[in-house]
């Protein structure tokens, strides 16, 4: 990502974590970032960076995943620099030799023999670092001296509403960042951008912003004009009303007839007589029933 990226997102899940962030940032503690690859460890780890007495000094990242004992050892003296903040990206890929490395320079940074007395320690995984305990592929005196305060970050699907509040403001950044003109997106493309799992999470979605921004810049940006297996993966299956049972609660009739609307239009990119089939309807009646529910095309 190499727009100037700022931590975005008002679900409740994520502000626990934005929280975390601020109450942990002007301290020195270790911080174990965990959560799904593209999640936005990385992100947020420069935020804690930037928001400490460190903000001034290097913010150093040291990639573990796929990285040899040797070279390891060697990034680690050379990668590091007094005041700075070291983020240990993906420590749950390192090998049990290289864990002791590391282990071995925490050791000797906490007692002032690598002369690196004075840094800030982040660590981030995707992997659960409990199951490579249970497992024995992780040191569990590595594990302690990292698992001091812990963050997880939670998958992009399970934050509702940030997924647009991100859409728009990658896709404004983006644009800036190229030079480029905007696109729009339809109400069609952002129900299909809400249904979506994300799999990449935050990382998948820049991505996704800045092909439109290159390819469809000024223009408004239709399903068919996104990735294939977008439009597969959001295209969620409409059941029939057999066999359904009505909540003890109740339910809003009114919000469930346009929901199912927006959901047959995302399914079939915006085809009104697609539509109308799928919900067994006439076409004039779906039409009518889009005014009905001020359903933008």
Same mark, same amino acid.
């Given at each position: ?82 005041? +700075?903040? #070291? ?7 390192? *090998? !049990? ?7 071995? %320079?925490? @050791? ?8 690196? +007395?004075? #840094? ?7 992997? *659960? !670092? ?7 592929? %992780?040191? @569990? ?157």
């Amino acid at each position: 990502m190499n727009t100037q990226e700022r931590v975005l997102g008002s679900a409740p899940e994520f502000l626990r974590v934005v929280h975390a962030a601020r109450m942990v940032a002007p301290t020195d503690a270790p911080v174990l970032m965990m959560g799904e690859p593209g999640a936005g460890k990385e992100l947020l780890a420069r935020e804690i960076h930037l928001a400490s007495r460190r903000s001034g000094n290097p913010f150093v990242i040291v990639n573990c995943a796929g990285i040899s004992d040797s070279q390891l050892a060697d990034e680690l003296i050379t990668a590091a620099s007094p005041g +700075a903040t #070291l983020f240990l990206d993906g420590v749950g890929d390192l *090998s !049990l030799d290289a864990q002791a490395k590391l282990l071995h %320079f925490l @050791e000797s940074m906490e007692s002032g023999r690598s002369g690196y +007395a004075d #840094l800030r320690i982040i660590a981030s995984s995707s992997r *659960s !670092l409990t199951s490579l305990l249970d497992t024995g592929a %992780f040191r @569990e005196d590595l594990f302690y001296r990292l698992h001091v305060v812990p963050i997880e970050l939670p998958p992009l699907r399970e934050r509702g509403d940030d997924v647009i509040l991100m859409l728009k403001q990658f896709t404004a950044d983006l644009a800036r960042h190229h030079g480029r003109k905007a696109p729009r997106y339809s109400v069609t493309v952002r129900n299909l951008i809400k249904q979506y799992t994300w799999p990449g999470n935050v990382r998948e979605l820049h991505n996704f912003c800045e092909q439109m921004v290159i390819l469809m810049a000024g223009n408004i940006v239709q399903p068919e004009n996104m990735p294939l297996e977008i439009r597969r993966k959001s295209e969620r299956q409409v059941t029939g009303v057999a066999g359904f049972v009505l909540p003890e609660k109740g339910i809003d009739l009114l919000a469930m007839e346009g929901d199912m609307i927006r959901q047959a239009i995302g399914m079939v990119g915006g085809n009104r007589s697609k539509a109308a089939r799928l919900l067994g309807l006439s076409r004039d009646t779906l039409l009518y029933r889009i005014q009905k529910h001020a359903i933008e095309m």
